[in-house]
């Protein structure tokens, strides 16, 4: 196991009334992609925006290491990055959902101005941009304008600009929100490139299943609280104990045949397009109520399956309860 | 280098942006061309003005509308005076002159001539008014001249009279006196004059006749006897003949007597007669002559007063003719123009555009300055590349010098071209005192780029800003010389223009561009531009310190209005649907009954849109999303997503062919 190089210690954070995070507590490491999930509204962009020293917590302290320093001793120690801003602020790189560079300078300029705010010697700053226009396969493009590339093209730029200094940390927000499938899939290999290099990465992405795949350990942000700090699968057999009943049938009036199951085995529902899901701790029991309702309501059964529900159910499971229905138990089938 | 990097890109953004290159680099260029096309010309108004005369001819009339004809306006003649005085307001002409019916010079003659002009053209009234009254007055002076040359010549032509009268008057005086005095002689002569005869007795006349009639018969006697005696005593001797003889003749002496004596009688008969008479005369001649010296006497007090009067006359002539010699003024010129008054311009300019240039240039100053830094501010603000400005290890206040530094670059290129251009069109020595004049168009500039980057910090948006750019802009231009003279307000606000940036700006530089004053004469209004910009800079900074705070609060990544809106995860839960993106809007809604629907797209709110609008900040398809129908909303998302896929689809080609 690596060290840690963030460490954030019993942080709240409140705007006016509404209280955010509430005391939260974790650790990042070195070189391990961290990624952070959590419901709409339940503050992961203020936690990342807290851990880059960018907004300032109510209570507790984010701490970072500086292992570049030289001094080893100094490199050991952590430092908090409210206290230490501009030295923080060289470490860690930061992409987010919206791109957030001028559209109106071209990709190479683009990269050379941001690379001059850190100081970059020339020579370094171009050797830095040759690097990451070839990484991030915008080498041919490096004299457009920003503002004529395509969406899977400005996210890498983004992501470029964040990168420019060579961070030791990279902070993502949402990097593939509104990308289709086939960028999606480059901006999360480019994400495992970095990582190979030794950068350590913070993201945080409501493609749950993609995270799986590509995170070390991840961060459950719930009622304002983080519940879980663990790998993909640790978090996945935990929450599995729920699976899911996938039911597709004609005419479809979902509406009814749910107002003639029992709540008892059902913990929550939801309509997909033309299939009925439910999440149930028994669906054996469900199958068993299903059937006499689905002929006495004279719905043909087109399709019915069980599953093991996905991280991404998982976190909607998570974002709808709010009395703890969180779905437990569940076994993945098809 | 960082310093440069971001000078540089300003720079970039600012050309490569088409709205802002084009003002940046045509703007002014643009403002000094239509000024200089405006106002480079001598300072004469092309004035239009309309009038009405109740004749149909009148040459007075004509006369007024010839001279100002004349003088390249342009007239135009109306067929009334509602008509005239309409033409103002329709703004065909500038001023409506209603002329008398009869127009004519003379004493009870209708000679008033009416003006009509519209004041609410403030700035052009007074030299409206100043430029039709002065052709009026040159024409109105022309007949007070003819009027008063003809007055001076009969004054003239008087006291020649009064000369001549003068003379005439002495020379009767002179004849008066002589009268006088032989009046007086006659006078005297008269009254000396004698008219007693004395006691003339006749009787004694005649008794002297009888006496010598007697003595003379008595010498006869004693002659007679004598002789009688001598011839008793001689007796008969020779000398007795000669005592006959003696005795003849003494008797012949003696016997003529008697007839003599007669004849005496009858003469002093006669000449008592005719003394009589003659005594009548002479009292007849002694009365008239007692008249005639009274009568003289009348005359000569007569011609006493009338010489008196003389005098008095001549008194009066020569008085009047003093008055006359003592007009002095014998032109009529100068009796129609006593006081000759000539303007002279304390330059010797007479371009208009010259006059203006200082506050011209002050003004494109400002407005550039104000409007160029606050604009480059906004744009720094809302573009979407702030954020990670402020995760780069970069002080805030490098960001703020290389705004100014940025914009006073863009300005001070401008100003030198707009000077160049000057320099070349208007072809005066303005740059006599360079030093002095490139110090306070340092100032200023530095001073209207530091309030345009205050603006852009306070200004939240693009349009804030530039409304508040143009109202500071125009507070500053109000509270000056350029559209109402400054003296016309009141008391308070003139004391405030004293601090006026843009007018001590301009007042400075129209004293070194026209004046050629020197820095020892103008260094307090130089030093109070030093001081505005001082305080201005402290400004800036201490706005942009709230600002950041503010910025980072409007930020897309943070956002405080009770929670947190980010777009990313916040996703809008529609009962027990969760929305995600724009496909989920989709399916949500299909998956939604009306009564669900309802609940949440209504006439008090659309939930749906809302989340569209405020997390997914995709305004357009809120708008079009604002329906309260639900198929009419799946319609709308629907075709939005096919419009997506067609533009992905057309990316994924690009990409795979690259």
Redesign the interface.
């Known amino acids: 196991m690596t060290e840690p190089i963030f460490r954030i210690r019993n942080i709240t954070k409140s705007?006016?009334d509404?209280l955010?995070l509430d005391d939260i507590s974790f650790e990042i490491r070195k070189g391990e992609i961290f990624g952070i999930i959590?419901?709409?509204?339940?503050?992961?962009?203020?936690l990342l925006?807290i851990i880059?020293g960018?907004?300032r917590p109510d209570r507790g302290d984010v701490s970072f290491r500086f292992e570049h320093l030289l001094d080893f001793q100094k490199a050991m120690t952590f430092r908090s990055v409210f206290k230490k801003q501009?030295?923080v602020?060289?470490i860690?790189?930061?992409a987010?959902?919206?791109?957030?560079?001028?559209?109106?300078?071209t990709l190479k300029?683009?990269l050379?101005?941001?690379g001059?705010?850190?100081?970059l010697s020339?020579d370094a700053l171009k050797t830095n941009i040759e690097t990451l226009l070839n990484l991030m396969d915008l080498k041919?493009y490096e004299d457009l304008?920003a503002k004529n590339l395509?969406?899977?093209m400005e996210r890498r730029l983004d992501i470029a600009?964040?990168l420019i200094h060579d961070p030791a940390v990279l902070v993502l927000?949402?990097p593939t929100?509104?990308l289709?499938p086939?960028l999606r899939e480059h901006i999360w290999t480019l994400v495992k490139k970095i990582n190979k290099k030794g950068t350590t990465i913070i993201l945080?992405s409501?493609h749950l299943t993609e995270l799986e795949d590509i995170c070390s350990r991840i961060a459950i942000l719930k009622d304002k609280k983080i519940t879980d700090v663990a790998s993909p699968d640790s978090i996945k057999n935990k929450y599995s104990k729920i699976q899911e009943v996938h039911l597709e049938c004609y005419p479809g009036n979902y509406?009814k045949i749910l107002a003639k199951l029992s709540k008892k085995y059902i913990k929550?529902?939801?309509?997909?397009?033309s299939h009925l899901v439910i999440h149930s701790n028994k669906p054996q029991k469900v199958f068993h109520e299903l059937f006499p309702i689905l002929k006495k309501k004279k719905e043909e059964v087109i399709d019915m399956k069980v599953g093991k529900a996905s991280l991404d159910d998982i976190f909607?499971a998570l974002?709808?309860d709010k009395k703890d229905e969180i779905p437990k138990d569940s076994k993945k089938k098809s | 280098?960082?310093f440069l990097?971001?000078v540089k890109?300003n720079l970039?953004?600012l050309m490569?942006?088409k709205s802002s290159a084009f003002i940046v680099i045509f703007g002014p260029l643009l403002i000094i061309l239509l000024v200089g096309l405006a106002l480079n010309k001598p300072s004469t108004y092309e004035l239009s003005l309309g009038y009405y005369s109740p004749d149909a001819s009148n040459s007075l009339t004509d006369s007024f509308i010839e001279e100002v004809r004349n003088n390249n306006y342009s007239v135009v003649k109306h067929d009334s005076n509602e008509s005239c005085i309409q033409g103002i307001k329709q703004g065909a002409s500038h001023t409506c002159i209603i002329f008398p019916k009869n127009f004519e010079m003379g004493n009870d003659a209708a000679n008033k001539i009416e003006f009509y002009v519209d004041y609410s053209r403030t700035n052009l009234v007074y030299q409206i008014i100043d430029s039709i009254s002065k052709e009026f007055k040159v024409r109105t002076a022309e007949l007070s001249r003819d009027l008063t040359q003809t007055l001076l010549t009969k004054i003239q032509e008087t006291k020649q009279d009064v000369d001549e009268d003068i003379l005439s008057i002495i020379t009767m005086k002179s004849t008066i006196d002589e009268i006088i005095t032989n009046i007086g002689e006659t006078k005297s002569t008269s009254e000396g004059l004698d008219f007693s005869i004395g006691t003339i007795s006749i009787s004694a006349v005649k008794s002297a006749g009888s006496s010598i009639y007697s003595d003379a018969k008595s010498l006869k006697n004693k002659g007679m006897a004598a002789i009688d005696e001598a011839e008793d005593l001689l007796g008969s001797n020779t000398s007795m003949g000669d005592l006959a003889e003696i005795e003849d003749d003494i008797l012949d002496i003696f016997n003529v007597t008697p007839k003599t004596y007669e004849k005496f009688q009858n003469l002093t008969e006669n000449v008592s007669d005719e003394i009589a008479r003659a005594k009548s005369n002479l009292k007849s001649a002694e009365t008239k002559n007692k008249e005639i010296v009274s009568k003289l006497g009348d005359t000569q007090s007569s011609l006493d007063s009338l010489k008196a009067d003389a005098d008095e006359v001549k008194a009066n002539l020569e008085g009047t003719n003093t008055n006359l010699e003592n007009i002095g003024i014998t032109s009529a010129e100068s009796i129609v123009s006593p006081i000759k008054t000539e303007i002279k311009p304390i330059v010797a300019e007479s371009n208009q555009l010259i006059f203006m240039f200082p506050f011209l240039l002050v003004l494109v100053i400002m407005f550039i300055g104000i409007m160029l830094s606050s604009a480059l501010i906004i744009m720094e603000k809302n573009?979407?590349?702030?954020?990670?400005?402020?995760?780069?290890?970069?002080k805030d206040w490098y960001f703020v010098i290389t705004t100014y530094v940025t914009s006073f670059i863009i300005l001070f290129l401008q100003v030198v071209v707009i000077l160049g251009l000057s320099y070349y069109f208007l072809k005066t020595e303005m740059f006599t005192n360079l030093a002095l004049t490139t110090v306070i168009i340092l100032l200023s500039m530095s001073i209207f780029v530091l309030i345009g980057m205050a603006i852009g910090y306070v200004a939240g948006t693009q349009e804030a800003s530039t409304m508040l750019s143009i109202a500071i802009g125009s507070v500053f231009l109000l509270l000056s010389n350029l559209i109402l003279p400054i003296e016309t307000m009141s008391e308070l606000i003139k004391n405030l223009t004293r601090f006026n940036p843009y007018v001590v700006s301009s007042e400075l530089l129209k004293k070194t561009l026209l004046f050629k004053v020197v820095g020892v004469e103008i260094w307090k209004e130089v030093f109070l531009l030093a001081v505005f910009m001082t305080v201005m800079i402290i400004v800036v900074f201490l706005v942009n310190k709230l600002s950041r705070i503010r910025l980072?609060e409007r930020s897309?990544?943070?956002q405080?209005r009770?929670?947190?809106y980010?777009?990313?995860?916040?996703?809008?839960?529609l009962e027990?649907?969760?929305i995600?993106?724009k496909k989920d809007i989709l399916?949500v809604l299909?998956?939604l009954?009306d009564k669900e629907f309802e609940k949440h797209v209504n006439k008090k709110k659309n939930e749906i849109a809302d989340w569209a609008s405020k997390i997914l900040k995709e305004r357009r398809l809120a708008w079009k999303l604002r329906h309260k129908d639900k198929g009419k909303m799946i319609e709308v998302i629907k075709k939005h997503l096919e419009k997506i896929a067609k533009k992905?689809e057309k990316?994924?080609k690009?990409?795979e062919g690259?």
């Open positions: 705007f006016g509404h955010i959590g419901a709409s509204g339940s503050g992961k962009t203020t925006n880059i960018f907004l501009e030295a602020k060289k860690y790189g930061f987010s959902q919206m791109p957030s560079f001028y559209m109106n300078l300029e683009n050379e101005y941001f001059s705010l850190y100081n020339p041919n304008a395509s969406g899977g600009c964040a927000d949402e929100a509104d289709d086939v945080a409501h509406k929550n529902y939801e309509i997909r397009g909607i974002s709808k | 280098m960082k990097k971001i890109k970039k953004l490569r942006a573009s979407k590349s702030a954020f990670r400005n402020f995760t780069t290890p970069t980072l897309p990544h943070i405080r009770g929670y947190i980010v777009p990313e995860d916040a996703y809008l839960k027990n649907h969760i995600k993106n399916r299909k998956s009954d992905e990316e994924r690009k990409l690259d």
